[in-house]
């Protein structure tokens, strides 16, 4: 089983839609979640960053982190074709050992 | 603020040729540095990390080697490029204590030929 999993889609949806993207886990031990929005050809850039359980928003985006059932997802009201990209997933142990997931790539249709 | 540089962006090599990648951090001292493959549909493969100047660890066998020569500096080379070394090569970084981030370079796209 691998440590993380993520639908890696394709994800087509209009403008002004609202976008769901999620990832699994196994390992427990997982204290840190964190999201990245990657365009095409560039680098990973962090988008949003929880630590433990809960919710943060922060403005169109919200990060929900369920760990009771490992299960962590992305919100994006309102999405616009600028936020085409692909998405991925990423967790940490306090061991600074870090794990991906395979990334959601994301379409917004004008 | 903290930066990371990571040069060249393309880079078309034939086969058998050396590699040199170079990936710098700007802004923090002591950070732990990473460098990753990134293949389409595969995620991402870490290839090297360092803890500190000298200090590499290998995850994977392969055509590759790291160097850390200096705290902030990151070498990912190659004495002999097969075709199969072809991909998207990322440096990041992550800095010490409770908040464990990776911030990534911009990558490195190598096209063995």
């Known amino acids: 089983q691998k440590e993380v999993e993520q639908d890696p889609g394709p994800l087509s949806v209009p403008e002004g839609a609202i976008v769901s993207l999620n990832c699994t886990y196994s390992?427990?031990?997982?204290?840190?979640f964190m999201w990245y929005r990657q365009y095409s050809r560039k680098g990973p850039e962090l988008l949003m960053y929880?630590?433990?359980?809960g919710n943060k928003e922060d403005g169109r985006f919200t990060a929900q982190v369920d760990k009771s059932s490992k299960y962590i997802s992305l919100f994006i009201r309102d999405s616009q074709p600028s936020d085409s990209a692909t998405y991925l997933c990423?967790?940490?142990?306090?061991?600074?050992?870090?794990?991906f997931g395979t990334g959601t790539s994301l379409t917004v249709i004008p | 603020s903290q930066t990371i540089h990571q040069w060249p962006a393309t880079l078309v090599q034939p086969v058998g040729s050396p590699l040199s990648l170079e990936c710098t951090v700007e802004?923090?001292?002591?950070?732990?540095l990473y460098w990753y493959r990134q293949a389409a549909g595969r995620g991402l493969q870490l290839l090297f990390y360092?803890?500190?100047?000298?200090?590499i660890s290998s995850e994977v066998p392969q055509n590759l080697s790291a160097s850390r020569p200096q705290d902030r500096q990151f070498i990912l080379s190659s004495k002999k490029l097969l075709l199969s070394d072809s991909g998207f090569y990322l440096c990041?970084?992550?800095?010490?204590?409770?908040?464990?981030?990776?911030?990534f370079g911009a990558g490195t796209r190598l096209s063995v030929l």
């Open positions: 990041a970084w992550s800095g010490r204590g409770t908040k464990n981030i990776q911030y």
């Open positions: 390992n427990s031990a997982f204290q840190y």
């Open positions: 929880t630590y433990s359980s």
């Open positions: 990423a967790m940490a142990n306090t061991g600074n050992q870090f794990y």
């Open positions: 802004g923090t001292s002591n950070p732990n």
């Open positions: 360092s803890v500190g100047i000298g200090q």
